[in-house]
């Protein structure tokens, strides 16, 4: 299963773009079944969750992208739950971003393997930092290739018996970066599909996302390649799609909305599935469908059972796949952001205004009629007055977990933190942010957390520090017990990732952190607030932190 990040319908050659060739991924569809209108969420982790699930995001708690909104509620079972149930091999391969401390973290969530990062996004595609099952390594190269790599050797590995592998690539999700011999193409192209070349950074921007969606398909190729090298291909079901609409506005067939918009164009993404001799090649399929239904079309076409006992609100469209449905009933498909909410059906939509559109006369959401269908309008709104009662749940604010059993390592990133008094952000984004601009004892990073198990706790903050300001003497507490220790080595490495760029950006630039011990933190099981602040700051600054790391001893 391999998910792109901010690719649109038309960021594909197959789907009548020009500008771009995708030839991996067009032979998906030419050698398999497209799903012609298959409808995820506007952003990021809720279509992540509705994949896991089959069930949809308002139901799972995924609330948000950052700040602990996007995880994963613990009372839902997951895809990779029932495929290594049935006995398969499961592993994921990128970004994850539906929680990131055990029991939140893929490791805990059904797959045996992760590598990749748990974050809403990440700051350099090159040499990146990521992690390999809770541990922080090193990754090798650009990411999609890193990533891409890794998938193969897990495949490779268990070319002999049934595995699920999960490729949730982090391109062309922003920052804009791409290696030279894909930029090359595209560097200083006109665009003869571009939605608005008017605005130069527009420009840029898109010609950068199309050579990322070219380094996608070249990786694509890649994962077809080796199934076919180890003679696999005819009994491995493989899927490509989208994660939300295009981060651009760029061309995307003409359709209304881009990322982050419930109309058409946020929702609409490219969905292919291919699996020789079983389903049908280049067939296309007109019936509705959306992330929710992978999870019981998958286990329907592998004959597994689903262990999750939770109502799914996706259903099984093999019948459809392969060529077996006589007949096909009416659905209604809901997606959703931000309290806004559409409703699409086979021929309409309503928009989160309450706007109703002939989706078949009018692909661009041109013409409102409502008043032409009134009976049909009002059902429709009733439909999603209904869907928002059944679907809510409280909103709550949930403490990050800590001392998991089944997790030695419990990171807390400045994504999850709060600043307090000078200290800021490295960037309004949090996803990859470290803090910084530390100047007085009165200010403190705190991170509201459950410790799961009580007991002993190596502390560590991973921290940056000019020479000259060597020497803070830091100490994490929490629900009254003290540890600290003094930063005495200077640690200033430069900051990275503005040479790569095609464009300039909004996520934080990166660099590199270095572990500084703090002692042994003693933390009683219960919820409570840890904090982070410097009793000594002998220079103009204490230090940048990225994270706090703690080690249960008595594992």
Not at 50 to 65: D, P, Q
Not at 132 to 155: E, Q, S
Not at 157 to 184: A, G, I, R
Not at 316 to 332: C, N, Y
Request: hydrophobic residues 35%; proline residues 5%.
């Amino acid at each position: 299963m391999i998910l792109s990040d901010d690719q649109g319908w038309g960021d594909l050659s197959v789907s009548g773009n020009s500008d771009l060739k995708t030839p991996n991924i067009d032979s998906l569809a030419r050698d398999g079944v497209s799903l012609d209108r298959f409808y995820v969420c506007p952003v990021c982790s809720p279509t992540r969750a509705e994949m896991l699930t089959g069930r949809y995001s308002t139901r799972l708690g995924v609330i948000s992208t950052s700040a602990g909104g996007e995880r994963l509620n613990l009372d839902e079972s997951t895809i990779a739950d029932t495929f290594k149930a049935a006995g398969y091999a499961t592993a994921a391969f990128g970004k994850w971003h539906n929680g990131s401390q055990w029991p939140y973290h893929p490791n805990a969530r059904g797959f045996d393997e992760f590598y990749g990062f748990c974050s809403g996004h990440w700051g350099h595609y090159f040499d990146a930092e990521l992690e390999h099952n809770g541990k922080l390594v090193k990754g090798k190269g650009y990411i999609t290739d890193d990533l891409t790599n890794r998938a193969i050797d897990f495949i490779k590995k268990n070319q002999e018996k049934p595995f699920f592998c999960y490729l949730p690539y982090n391109t062309p999700h922003s920052p804009m970066q791409v290696p030279d011999k894909f930029w090359e193409k595209f560097d200083g192209a006109d665009l003869k599909m571009a939605n608005d070349q008017a605005k130069p950074m527009t420009l840029q921007h898109n010609l950068a996302a199309l050579a990322m969606c070219e380094n996608i398909d070249w990786n694509v190729g890649r994962v077809l390649k080796t199934l076919d090298a180890l003679g696999i291909a005819k009994n491995t079901i493989v899927i490509y799609f989208s994660d939300n609409g295009p981060n651009g506005r760029r061309w995307n067939g003409g359709m209304k909305g881009i990322k982050g918009s419930t109309d058409e164009g946020g929702v609409r993404s490219p969905f292919f599935i291919r699996w020789p001799g079983t389903i049908k090649a280049g067939v296309t399929i007109a019936e509705i469908a959306g992330a929710i239904d992978l999870l019981p079309t998958l286990t329907d076409l592998s004959g597994i059972p689903t262990v999750g006992q939770k109502k799914l609100d996706g259903v099984s469209i093999k019948p459809l796949l392969t060529g077996t449905a006589t007949t096909w009933p009416e659905r209604m498909i809901f997606s959703t952001w931000r309290s806004r909410v559409s409703l699409r059906t086979q021929q309409f939509r309503l928009d989160h205004k309450g706007q109703l559109f002939d989706m078949q006369a009018d692909p661009g959401q041109k013409q409102d009629v409502s008043k032409k269908y009134p009976e049909r309008s009002a059902k429709y709104q009733q439909a999603v007055a209904d869907w928002k009662e059944e679907t809510k749940m409280p909103v709550e604010t949930r403490p990050f977990t800590v001392g998991h059993p089944g997790a030695q390592l419990t990171h807390l990133p400045a994504r999850d933190g709060k600043s307090h008094g000078t200290i800021k952000r490295s960037s309004r984004y949090p996803n990859c942010s470290f803090f910084k601009n530390w100047s007085s004892t009165d200010d403190s990073i705190t991170w509201d957390i459950e410790v799961l198990t009580a007991g002993s706790y190596q502390a560590q903050v991973y921290y940056t520090c000019k020479k000259e300001n060597a020497g803070a003497m830091l100490e994490l507490s929490f629900n009254g017990n003290k540890t600290q220790g003094r930063i005495t080595e200077a640690h200033d490495p430069p900051l990275v990732g503005e040479a790569e760029n095609r464009i300039n950006r909004g996520e934080s630039l990166v660099k590199d952190f270095r572990p500084g011990a703090l002692g042994v933190l003693e933390m009683p099981s219960g919820r409570g607030v840890l904090t982070l602040r410097a009793t000594d700051i002998p220079g103009n600054e204490a230090v940048d932190v990225r994270y706090v790391v703690l080690t249960r001893l008595d594992q």
